[in-house]
């Protein structure tokens, strides 16, 4: 190791694919009782891996009914904080005696873990079904992947009779295809430049895409305490409300590594909440908070402080220690998530050495986004990704840390040399900072699983 001391069509969206799927035979039938061959079916049958627009997903869901889930509907939309939001409200509707179902979206091993019910990741045999039930329905209507996975997250929640459907919009809102279902309760987190290409140049275009899953007469919940002000502007012009606004509505302060706020309870009387700080970003806890609200969802203090000491959101300012090493892993992929990242390392209780892992996508701003980590790290380990071709160069990486001043830069052929480089350089009571994109997690993911039930086997 050597350590150098306004708006277009939607082409793809590659980080909402499954991470290098091995590659079916052409010679090979497909298996329709595999859900690895289904997965691989999926990524040939739409010209692009994705395309903005409802209407084909909406055709195919009317022919199999699934338009009206006989349910009530909460979608969360947003730039960052979308995961945490959906994974309080879920951990809080089961905890409370509700079956939701989740769907979200990316997958870090499992393409499972997009859909789950009451908690759980649902079987292959489920998901297979509703692919086979799509397949027979779409006829010649081409889908993309993260259309055929948004209806079978459908399919499934209808055949499992959930009470309550948890959605994730993948990109923007107003042309995801999550957006085809009328929310009950729609929810925007943070709104921040990420994806302008596809979704515009400033945070009002942005907040008018997400500001899509609005609907007329029903709740809306703002969870960016300084939100563009397209978003209550489109709320308006739709009809949308009440809208329960972070700051005015409901809100949040910490001190003294506590946060206390309140959010409005369904009866229009402030509902106090305490927690100690830890992951989770208090304004996502208060968002999914005051949206179970909206939908007259009741908890009991020791449910609440159940669902905030377990509820763990892979990939997002997600810690762990092992053999007295620290990891913070973080999908954060734009600069407003990587400042938040930066509050937990700055808070960390580590004494010594802070490394970094760090691999982004080649449209992101990479330079903007290293030099926010201006002398926060000791070392950076970067890398090259073969099979993902959005990825940027690890070259083109350590040339714009090199151009941020930084000088302990280690240039890997892969994501696995990255990270195994890295732990060479650790020592007890270090941390290493993993974050970039989902892809970065994702290769890190199985190595730490494979580290942990090493050390178990002994």
């Known amino acids: 190791m050597s350590i150098s001391m306004s708006r277009s069509p939607l082409k793809r969206l590659s980080n909402q694919k499954p991470r290098n799927p091995p590659q079916r035979s052409p010679n090979r039938p497909m298996n329709k009782s595999a859900l690895e061959d289904w997965l691989q079916h999926l990524e040939s049958l739409h010209p692009t891996a994705m395309e903005l627009g409802l209407e084909r997903v909406r055709s195919v869901a009317q022919t199999l009914e699934l338009l009206a889930p006989g349910c009530r509907v909460i979608t969360v939309a947003g730039t960052n904080g979308k995961g945490s939001t959906v994974a309080v409200l879920e951990s809080l509707l089961t905890v409370t005696g509700h079956r939701p179902g989740c769907f979200t979206s990316p997958h870090f091993l499992r393409f499972n873990e997009r859909i789950r019910v009451a908690g759980e990741e649902v079987d292959d045999a489920d998901i297979v079904a509703a692919f086979s039930a799509i397949e027979q329905a779409r006829g010649e209507t081409s889908l993309t992947y993260f259309e055929f996975a948004t209806l079978a997250a459908l399919w499934v929640f209808r055949a ?8 994730e919009v993948g990109l923007g809102g107003r042309l995801d295809s999550s957006n085809v279902i009328d929310a009950s309760v729609a929810v925007i987190t943070s709104i921040d430049l990420d994806h302008q ?40 012009e739709v009809g949308a409300g009440p809208v329960l606004q972070a700051g005015r509505d409901f809100s949040w302060e910490r001190q003294d590594g506590r946060w206390s706020g309140a959010i409005t309870g369904a009866d229009g009387e402030a509902v106090a909440i305490a927690a100690a700080d830890g992951p989770l970003l208090a304004a996502n806890i208060c968002g999914a908070l005051q949206a179970a609200t909206c939908l007259g969802v009741a908890w009991a203090p020791d449910q609440l402080t159940t669902v905030l ?3 763990v959101v892979t990939g997002r300012r997600q810690q762990l220690v092992m053999a007295g090493r620290h990891y913070l892993l973080d999908v954060a992929h734009n600069p407003a998530a990587i400042h938040k990242m930066l509050e937990i390392v700055d808070a960390s209780a580590c004494n010594g050495k802070v490394i970094a892992l760090f691999s982004a996508m080649k449209d992101k701003p990479v330079a903007d986004m290293v030099a926010l980590c201006d002398k926060r790290f000791d070392a950076w380990f970067v890398a090259d990704q073969p099979n993902n071709p959005r990825a940027a160069a690890g070259e ?3 040339a714009a840390l090199r151009e941020a001043g930084q000088s302990m830069i280690s240039v890997s052929k892969n994501l696995r040399q990255a990270f ?13 900072v993993v974050f970039g994109s989902f892809f970065t997690v994702t ?7 494979k580290d942990r039930a090493k050390r178990e086997a002994i």
């Open 197 to 236: 290409e596809w979704l515009g140049d400033t945070r009002e275009d942005i907040g008018r895409e997400k500001a899509g899953i609005m609907r007329a007469g029903r709740p809306v919940v703002i969870a960016d305490p300084d939100p563009p002000g397209s978003l209550r502007q489109c709320a308006a």
């Open 396 to 398: 083109d990486i350590a």
């Open 443 to 449: 290769a890190v993911v199985p190595l730490l699983d």
């Open 309 to 311: 000491e377990n509820v």
């Open 420 to 432: 195994r480089r890295a732990q060479t350089l650790m020592d007890e009571g270090d941390l290493l």
């Open 160 to 167: 499992r009779e959930v009470d309550v459907v948890v959605l």
